[in-house]
């Protein structure tokens, strides 16, 4: 699949998104917590005085995620992460599995008939999966029957894996800092 995004379309997207979610994350935090947790929450810029360096903060992705996937992928989306992945799942019930993928990261995978489409989650979020062996993974992974989605990076091996979820893969010690520009 190819979608014609060149890498200054890409940048700009990027950007923006980035902008969105610190505003999303600016101004919702205290009102997503449990009630007597707001106070530990990251304070909005209404609430802080700017100064004329900015507020200072630290922002970063959790340990947690979750995706929405139609109940006819759990058997091949559950084989692909337990399988390829080597990922445990953690929990089993009738309409949700949690993941657990390396140490610290788990995804939570809501079993829904409403679930984006395949072709809906390849305008959704993009991850990168690390891993020490990505020519090995890469081989697997395409023998599981997996696709690859041709993208203007060609350095990096992306696919979509069951359920939806696209990934770039790339080395677990590789220097990403020239995709960040």
Not at 103 to 127: C, H, N, P, Q, R
Request: hydrophobic content about 40%; overall charge positive.
């Amino acid at each position: 699949m190819s979608y014609g995004i060149n890498h200054a379309t890409h940048t700009k997207w990027r950007t923006l998104v980035r902008f969105i979610v610190m505003t999303l994350l600016l101004t919702t935090t205290a009102t997503l917590l449990p009630p007597g947790m707001a106070r530990h929450a990251v304070k909005t810029p209404a609430q802080e005085p700017i100064s004329k360096a900015g507020p200072v903060m630290s922002v970063s992705l959790g340990e947690d995620s979750k995706m929405t996937v139609r109940p006819s992928e759990r058997d091949r989306l559950e084989r692909f992460y337990r399988d390829i992945l080597r990922c445990n799942v953690i929990t089993k019930s009738k309409t949700l599995d949690i993941i657990q993928m390396g140490k610290t990261f788990f995804i939570g995978v809501v079993y829904d008939d409403s679930a984006l489409s395949e072709s809906d989650f390849l305008k959704s979020l993009w991850l990168d999966l690390r891993t020490d062996r990505p020519e090995e993974l890469r081989r697997k992974i395409l023998s599981f029957g997996i696709k690859e989605i041709q993208y203007w990076d060609k350095e990096h091996f992306y696919f979509q894996a069951p359920g939806g979820q696209v990934f770039r893969l790339v080395g677990k010690n590789e220097d990403m800092s020239k995709w960040q520009q």
